[in-house]
Nanobody, 127 residues
Framework: QVQLVESGGGLVQAGGSLRLSCAAS????????IGWFRQAPGKEREFVAA????????WYSDSVKGRFTISRDNAKNTVYQQMNSLKDKETAVYYC????????????????????WGQGTQVTVSS
C-alpha cells in the first residue's frame, strides 16, 4: 500500500508559476518512478511528466517541455513539479501516480502503468 498526497495547487495568472509536490508514504518510495498527469473538465487524463526511481531519466509531454521541471528528493519521499509560464488552457486537476514496478529505468507515459494515485490538486490559470 502507498499513499500519495499532492499539494501546491492554486490560482495563478497566465504566465505565472506554481510548484506542485507529491509526498509519498507506505512503500519504499525511492524504488518507484512517479508520473504527473492532469485532467481538465470534460477531458481525459493526460500525461505531463515522469521521473524514474533514481531521478536519472525524465520525460515531458511536448506541450510542457521547456516550461515544467520534474525532480525528486528521495530523502523526503517527495517529487516536485515546477511549472512556469502557465497557460489558461492548463487549468486542470493535477495528479501524481506511482509506477507499478520498482527499479525501472523506464517510466510509463500512460496511466495504466501506475497503480497508486493521489487525490489531485487543483490548478487554475486565469487569463
Amino acid at each position: 500500500q502507498v499513499q500519495l498526497v499532492e499539494s501546491g495547487g492554486g490560482l495563478v495568472q497566465a504566465g505565472g508559476s506554481l510548484r506542485l509536490s507529491c509526498a509519498a508514504s507506505g512503500r519504499t518510495f525511492s524504488r518507484y518512478g512517479i508520473g504527473w498527469f492532469r485532467q481538465a473538465p470534460g477531458k481525459e487524463r493526460e500525461f505531463v511528466a515522469a521521473i524514474n526511481w533514481s531521478g536519472g531519466t525524465i520525460w515531458y509531454s511536448d506541450s510542457v517541455k521547456g516550461r515544467f521541471t520534474i525532480s525528486r528528493d528521495n530523502a523526503k519521499n517527495t517529487v516536485y513539479q515546477q511549472m512556469n509560464s502557465l497557460k489558461d488552457k492548463e487549468t486542470a486537476v493535477y495528479y501524481c501516480g506511482a509506477q507499478k514496478a520498482p527499479d525501472m529505468d523506464y517510466v510509463p507515459r500512460n496511466e495504466v502503468g501506475y497503480d497508486y494515485w493521489g487525490q489531485g490538486t487543483q490548478v487554475t490559470v486565469s487569463s
